[in-house]
């Protein structure tokens, strides 16, 4: 998720933090000392409110975006220099990048004039950092440049647990890089899809709409671009459980979310097509062809292959 042009993307929940000042109590002591790390609970929709943050000792707080950076970004920024920096990885991870897409509006054809172009991937980090003090980061931003990748195994997890935002990298029409392992992975992406694309994508849904529907009550209108993502969601996980194939692109529906982004359909049309979304969305799931669960057997292999692969000078 990305913020206007000129903003900072939105960091998704999941991602790893650190904080970038110490943060004080009300006595004025440190409360939470410059440095610390923790995990992203709760994202929010736009930069003028804050994250919900856990950070290792468990303790969780609220953080704005100045106040935090991603690990990866912390890491080159603080610890960056041969040997430390060498050991980390840092921005070399950057060269280990297996696959890179277009996703988002310009994926999907729904941009205008002003979109980014977003882009998001995997990383194949070298096997020596895995067994290192450092360890591997799950993902790494360069945020000026609106991308995103994930460490292999982290991908891989999400992708099986039908990640909506993952599957989409695998069917993403527009490839820019690809190795011989990126394209094996985009091969093999089938495999990843189950029958667990209608709780996943419905639940997210269905709790991201309760949300906006106590915007509707208090403030009169949601946040109009969220919601046609939301249908856009809706639908596509429709055509998964009918086809078992992600769509990215909107095609037909483009004017109709395009309606939707710019607040000319009413709510209470907006909500029936919700509704409608989701019957077509249930009785999908009633009689789709897809597995109950996704091929965990063969994404290990794949994984493990993947990781004797890494010990190589070259990356595969």
């Known amino acids: 998720m990305t913020g206007p042009r000129g903003e900072l993307p939105i960091l998704p929940v999941g991602t790893q933090v ?9 006595a004025g002591g440190v409360r939470v000392p410059r440095g610390a790390l923790g995990t992203i609970l709760k994202a929010p929709n736009d930069l003028q409110h804050p994250y919900w943050v856990r950070l290792v000792d468990g ?7 100045d ?3 991603t690990l990866a970004r912390y890491q080159d920024r603080e610890l960056a220099g ?3 920096g060498a050991q ?3 921005s070399a991870l950057f060269e280990r990048v297996i696959l890179r897409v277009v996703v988002g509006s310009r994926a999907y054809g729904l941009e205008h004039a002003g979109s980014d172009t977003d882009r ?3 990383f194949l980090p070298p096997a020596e950092l895995h067994w290192s003090l450092f360890g591997v980061p799950e993902q790494i931003d360069d945020e000026p440049a609106q991308e995103t990748y994930w460490e292999l195994q ?13 599957l989409e990298c695998l069917w993403s029409p527009q490839v820019e890089h690809s190795t011989a392992l990126g394209r094996e992975l985009l091969a093999m992406r089938s495999c990843f899809l189950s029958q667990l694309v209608f709780q996943t994508y419905s639940g997210y849904v269905a709790s991201q709409f309760r949300k906006i529907e106590a915007d509707v009550r208090q403030h009169g209108a949601p946040k109009w671009k969220h919601v046609m993502h939301l249908l856009r969601l809706l639908a596509a996980g429709v055509h998964v459980l009918t086809t078992g194939e992600v769509p990215v692109a909107v095609g037909p529906l483009r004017e109709r979310l395009l309606a939707v982004r710019d607040g000319v359909l009413p709510w209470a049309e907006v909500e029936a097509w919700r509704q409608q979304l989701h019957q077509q969305f249930t009785a999908a ?10 091929d965990y057997e063969r994404a290990d292999a794949f994984l493990r292959r993947a990781r004797r692969l890494a010990l190589e000078d070259t990356l595969p």
């Open 120 to 122: 998001r991937g995997v």
């Open 285 to 294: 799931a009633a009689v789709t062809s897809l597995p109950v669960r996704p």
């Open 67 to 69: 106040q935090l950076a």
């Open 88 to 90: 980390l990885g840092g």
């Open 154 to 166: 982290k991908f891989v997890v999400m992708a099986l647990k039908a990640n909506p935002n993952v």
């Open 82 to 84: 041969p040997p430390l």
């Open 18 to 26: 650190v904080t970038t000042t110490d943060l004080r109590g009300d």
């Open 59 to 65: 303790a969780e707080l609220s953080l704005r975006r």
